[in-house]
């Protein structure tokens, strides 16, 4: 299993209260990853204007008792906890590479195994990475509808960036940036709102990071 766990939070102000629980669950093999370079970018973002606390889920990593997993009630106490995990999650951010038009079987093989009324009513993020732009509405067409099954919040603005848009794995491109600034400004009340983390609440803007710690 490989499951990243951490927490902190960066700032341009000192934040306080709560801190956010997010649950990345990465569908990308790759490390590293151009989704996850994504995803930092939006794990910035979101720790400028709250205390958050991450943890991370890689399904490609998660190893043969996950894919030899059929029925969530025959799962192994390692693989449960993995699930609960993401759904005890204040934001659940649901990131995949496109891969032939969708997401990745494996990506789904995780949801297939998620308690069936757990994420209902539960702020869940988009994002996905791509080798070009052709298939970025996989977005609206494939991982929101994956997630009205489950009625939970999907966030309305949804984050894509395809392969142009990286140097390396690092996002450069400022139209992205923008988006991500622009879709998360829109829905940081509601955030701040379903924050539980202990966190202690208070963070240094100057001196927090990320502090993601990789376990596995
Ligand atoms: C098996 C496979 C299928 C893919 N299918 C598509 C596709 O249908 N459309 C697309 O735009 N990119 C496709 N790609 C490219 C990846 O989505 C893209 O390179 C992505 O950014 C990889 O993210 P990662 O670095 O996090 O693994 C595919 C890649 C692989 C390995």
């Known amino acids: 299993m490989t499951t990243l766990l951490g927490s902190e939070t960066t700032g341009a102000?000192?934040?306080t209260g709560p801190a956010l629980r997010v649950v990345v669950v990465n569908g990308s093999p790759s490390r590293p990853s151009r989704t996850m370079g994504l995803v930092r970018v939006i794990l910035d973002t979101l720790g400028e204007?709250?205390?958050?606390?991450?943890?991370?889920?890689?399904?490609?990593h998660l190893g043969a008792a996950f894919t030899g997993t059929v029925e969530r009630d025959e799962a192994p106490e390692?693989?449960?906890?993995?699930?609960?995990?993401?759904?005890?999650a204040d934001l659940l951010i649901a990131a995949a590479p496109v891969y032939r038009g969708s997401y990745p079987g494996m990506f789904k093989h995780f949801f297939?195994?998620?308690?069936?009324?757990?994420?209902?009513?539960?702020?869940?993020l988009l994002a996905a990475t791509g080798g070009g732009d052709h298939h970025a509405l996989v977005l609206e067409h494939a991982l929101r509808p994956l997630f009205g099954f489950f009625q939970a919040l999907?966030?309305?603005?949804a984050f894509f960036a395809s392969s142009g848009d990286f140097d390396g794995t690092t996002l450069l491109n400022p139209r992205v940036h923008g988006r991500i600034e622009l879709g998360l400004a829109d829905v940081v009340d509601l955030l701040r709102s379903r924050?539980?983390?202990?966190?202690a609440g208070t963070h240094d803007a100057?001196?927090?990071t990320h502090d993601m710690v990789k376990e596995g």
């Open 13 to 15: 102000t000192r934040t």
């Open 112 to 124: 297939d195994l998620i308690d069936q009324y757990a994420l209902a009513n539960k702020p869940v």
């Open 49 to 60: 204007t709250l205390p958050v606390e991450t943890s991370q889920i890689d399904v490609y």
């Open 206 to 208: 100057e001196a927090g």
């Open 78 to 88: 390692e693989v449960r906890a993995t699930l609960r995990l993401a759904e005890e």
């Open 195 to 199: 924050a539980t983390g202990s966190g």
């Open 154 to 157: 999907t966030i309305p603005v």
